[in-house]
T-cell receptor, first 113, second 113 residues
Framework: SQTIHQWPATLVQPVGSPLSLECTVE??????LYWYRQAAGRGLQLLFYSVGIGQISSEVPQNLSASRPQDRQFILSSKKLLLSDSGFYLC????????????FGPGTRLTVL | KQEVTQIPAALSVPEGENLVLNCSFTDSAIYNLQWFRQDPGKGLTSLLL?????REQTSGRLNASLDKSSGRSTLYIAASQPGDSATYLC????????????FGTGTSLTVIP
């Protein structure tokens, strides 16, 4: 069966500090991978998605970046965090086929102080 | 751009009641529509996936319908239980963009014992 991991589960960082969130998927190959952010009281905002190693599509221009160094690894980064980066970050995957279910990880709660 | 709306934003019902959650979308060119459940501080759990060629899907006490031409989907929950309390989100996968998903802002459901 497939599983998706995210870490860390929670993170408190000062403004201006760097960020690295990691997501890994097990039990599948060549998945589409997604990073979403969910701010308090708001819906899911798609940040990045990737259809393959090294292929990143950005949906929202901001101080965040994403990388996919391996087939089942997706990393969200920032060089300098802003207060507005606080939120709940969710990683998700789906098989490339258009008919498949999207599966989500447990999320990372980021608080920027 | 696809827009997804969920009404109502919040719903409170007594235990045992049958209820309907609504999801509407602006562009009928979709591959599928998915319903999710989200518990506080957790990731999203997939409930039902309806392909564009299907009219409905059922899982236990849940039944989801899809009327693609009118841009609407409903999630029917029979005999609600306190454990059903959560936020329910719908998401569409447009056929024009393929790799992206568009989410509604969710309906927060409280089932009162």
């Amino acid at each position: 069966s497939q599983t998706i991991h995210q870490w860390p589960a929670t993170l408190v960082q000062p403004v201006g500090s760097p960020l690295s969130l990691e997501c890994t998927v097990e039990g599948t190959s060549n998945p589409n991978l997604y990073w979403y952010r969910q701010a308090a009281g708001r819906g899911l905002q798609l940040l990045f998605y990737s259809v393959g190693i090294g292929q990143i599509s950005s949906e929202v221009p901001q101080n965040l970046s994403a990388s996919r160094p391996q087939d089942r690894q997706f990393i969200l980064s920032s060089k300098k965090l802003l207060l507005s980066d606080s939120g709940f970050y969710l990683c998700a995957w789906v098989r490339g086929l258009s008919t498949d279910t999207q599966y989500f990880g447990p999320g990372t709660r980021l608080t920027v102080l | 751009k696809q827009e997804v709306t969920q009404i109502p934003a919040a719903l409170s019902v007594p235990e045992g009641e049958n209820l309907v959650l609504n999801c509407s979308f602006t562009d009928s060119a979709i591959y599928n529509l998915q319903w999710f459940r989200q518990d506080p501080g957790k990731g999203l759990t997939s409930l039902l996936l309806i392909q564009s060629s299907q009219r409905e899907q059922t899982s236990g006490r849940l039944n989801a319908s899809l009327d693609k031409s009118s841009g609407r989907s409903t999630l029917y929950i029979a005999a609600s239980q306190p454990g059903d309390s959560a936020t329910y989100l719908c998401a569409v996968r447009p056929s024009k963009t393929g790799n992206q998903f568009y989410f509604g802002t969710g309906t927060s459901l409280t089932v009162i014992p």
